[in-house]
Structures are given as C-alpha cells and as structure tokens.
C-alpha cells in the first residue's frame, strides 16, 4: 500500500484564474521519530505575472495554528502558514471578501497578489484541515528526552 493521494490544505482558485494551493503530498520521514509528523507540500501559485512552486514543510503545530487563525477569521484580520522558519504564506481577508495572499521564501521570492474566492472559502478550508488530519494523523506520540521539533527548511 502507497501513499494516500495529495490533499490541498488551501485551494483558493477565482474566477481569473488566479491560484493559491497548499497541496500536501506525504510525511517527510515516514517512520523517523522527529520526522514523522511533518508533512511535505507543495505550495502552487499562479497569476498573471507568476507561476511558480514552492516546498512547504508542515508541523502539527502549524496546522494546529492555521485552524485556531482560521476560526477567528474576521475583515482585516490574518491567517498564515509558515513561523519564520523559510516559507511563509499569509492571507489577509479584506473587508470586500477578497483575500490578499502574501508569499515569502527568502531563498527565492516574494510577491503578493489578491484572490476573490468563494464566499464559503473559511468553511471549505476547515473541512480540508479534517481530511487532511484523517489522512495523515499526528501519530508520535512522545519524542525522545532533549528532541526538538526539526524541519528541513529550519535556518539554525
């Protein structure tokens, strides 16, 4: 048995064709202690002027935060992805509905372009947390004594 199909954590596509996709692919050390849990993703990005992907590495931590920002979501109001630890990818919802999506990769780019998306996007993207947390759950329970959270994009 493979691996489970990619899952997209984010999928904010319009009506111009303008995309931000969070597609999740797969653990990034299956069966290693401190690997387990992170997930690999791909972040897809497609404007007028860009089209690029990106490598994105996910703790639980992060998804736990995108889920706590994600449910306080109000105008003017913020949710990312990232913590400074390389990539990071904000969203700004905007007071017309729109959403200002903000990529930074200190390695190779950084832009920022708006999306309008459904109007049921907060709601379809909590559901896209559950699948992704059915499909890949946090299975370490207890890491080894002194063991830090590592992900291969941590700059220390």
């Known amino acids: 048995m493979g691996e489970p199909e990619p899952v997209d ?14 597609r999740v692919t797969g653990r990034y050390q299956p069966g290693v202690l401190t690997g387990h849990d992170t ?3 791909d972040v897809l990005v497609s404007t007028s002027f860009l089209d690029a992907r990106l490598e994105l590495y996910l ?4 998804l736990a935060a995108w889920e706590h ?9 913020d949710v990312g ?13 905007n007071e017309d509905q729109s ?8 390695d190779r780019l950084s832009t920022s372009f708006w999306i309008q998306p459904p109007a049921d996007w907060i709601q ?28 291969p994009d941590r700059r220390n």
């Open 69 to 77: 920002d994600l449910e306080g979501l109000v105008p003017g109001g």
């Open 9 to 22: 954590l984010i999928h904010l596509v319009d009506a111009d064709g303008d995309r931000c996709v969070v």
């Open 124 to 151: 379809d993207h909590r559901l896209r947390l559950d699948r992704l947390r059915q499909i890949w759950p946090s299975e370490v329970i207890e890491t080894a004594p002194m063991a830090y959270e590592w992900s």
């Open 39 to 41: 997930l690999r993703a």
């Open 81 to 93: 992805i990232g913590d400074g630890r390389g990539l990071e990818l904000g969203i700004r919802l």
């Open 59 to 62: 703790s639980q931590r992060d």
């Open 99 to 106: 959403v200002s999506v903000t990529i930074n990769d200190p």
